[in-house]
């Protein structure tokens, strides 16, 4: 099943095999596309994965996440995200890939003063955004269309958004986080509103066959926020949208913040990264939303964390729990990891370990397995 290509809207990808989003640290510090972008995509490329989803690029200055992050704000990074589309096409063997956009609202910690849907605390850093206008909406609904026109008149295959982990779509979605009582509070109806502007307007600029796909929560893990009856219920109103595939993720940023007892499932240090997948974490931790999402969705649904080995893929595959898998830890330890499962070479488990050891090499170039490079600095 894995080797089998499969459409994501208008899009043919090769294979099963997703390279999920993940922050690289390598941009300039104005957000401009570097060399080492081009080198860390080209090695990607080459590995044998089907699509490639960038790290998230911001599409606001107000909605920047860490320093060195890549820019899409403006027509002038088009040229160096051109680098990035040109380098994957190149080395890829019909590799597909996606730029994912992201404004993060209340979680944007580059920036002292934050915006969000509602002036909520964000509990991990203790601060209160301001709630945002109803022009202030609009201006960053045409954000993120203007970011899509930028990322296809850059020769990316589609666009991904964040909309997961917390983020200023989160927060849109998310009864826990908005309170608004506005048109864009309340219902689910309500809450949605902000995405289907969002493709609604990029359409406009970029027609129906360019695929608009999102990541967003199965749950929040978090008291009040999105059950997983919720987010189905969003995702199908996704589907009528317009959206082309739907990434399944789960949590919010706080619960970093919240012990094993209140969260009722295995420790995490942030959504994004669950570690010791296999040993004190389930693999495959997000499955039981997915399969939810497969229930009552059309589109592809693609499954994040915690994917460890090939049998355990073929098993989501085969079972149509997903139609895709997700996975970025195990490429950075072994970027030619599909490859070498397509070829029934080595290991059917991936060597990454899900220390987390990686993220702190993402402040310095590279996007390394920090183990790794540990084991191979003595030799």
Not at 89 to 96: A, E, I, R
Not at 149 to 161: H, I, N, W, Y
Not at 186 to 199: A, D, H, K, M, V
Not at 231 to 247: D, F, H, M
Request: with cysteine; glycine share 8%; charged share 25%.
């Amino acid at each position: 099943m894995y080797s089998k290509p499969k459409k994501i809207g208008s899009i043919e990808i090769k294979n099963r095999f997703i390279r999920s989003a993940t922050y690289e640290g390598m941009a300039t510090e104005e957000g401009y596309v570097t060399d080492q972008h081009v080198e860390l995509y080209k090695t990607l490329a080459k590995g044998g994965v089907g699509l490639i989803i960038t790290g998230y690029s911001y599409i606001q200055e107000s909605g920047k996440a860490f320093d060195k992050q890549m820019g899409v704000n403006k027509d002038e990074y088009i040229p160096g995200l051109s680098r990035i589309a040109e380098t994957v096409h190149k080395n890829g063997d019909n590799c597909k890939v996606a730029l994912q956009i992201a404004h993060c609202g209340r979680q944007s910690r580059f920036l002292e003063n934050t915006i969000a849907p509602s002036a909520l605390e964000e509990k991990l850093t203790r601060k209160i955004p301001r709630e945002m206008t109803r022009e202030e909406i609009r201006d960053t609904v045409d954000a993120f269309s203007q970011a899509i026109r930028r990322a296809k008149e850059a020769g990316f295959d589609a666009v991904q958004l964040h909309g997961a982990h917390g983020y200023i779509i989160t927060q849109f979605l998310s009864p826990y986080i908005n309170k608004r009582t506005d048109d864009y509070g309340g219902s689910i109806e309500n809450r949605t509103r902000f995405l289907e502007e969002i493709y609604n307007k990029s359409v406009e600029l970029v027609g129906k066959e360019f695929p608009i796909f999102i990541k967003m929560n199965g749950v929040d893990f978090i008291e009040g926020g999105t059950t997983i009856s919720e987010s189905t219920e969003v995702a199908k109103r996704l589907e009528n949208i317009g959206y082309a595939a739907i990434e399944v993720s789960a949590g919010i940023w706080e619960v970093a913040k919240l012990k094993k007892k209140d969260l009722g499932w295995k420790p995490t240090f942030l959504p994004e990264s669950r570690i010791f997948i296999g040993t004190m974490n389930e693999p495959a931790y997000n499955l039981a939303y997915a399969k939810e999402f497969k229930r009552v969705l059309d589109i592809p649904v693609i499954l994040i964390g915690g994917i460890n080995s090939l049998d355990l893929v073929e098993q989501i595959l085969t079972n149509e729990s997903a139609d895709f898998v997700s996975f970025s830890r195990p490429l950075i330890r072994e970027p030619d990891l599909p490859n070498r499962w397509m070829k029934g070479t080595g290991n059917q488990k991936v060597d990454c370990i899900f220390c987390n050891g990686c993220l702190a090499t993402t402040v310095t170039p590279g996007l390394r397995c920090a183990k790794l490079h540990e084991s191979s600095a003595g030799n």
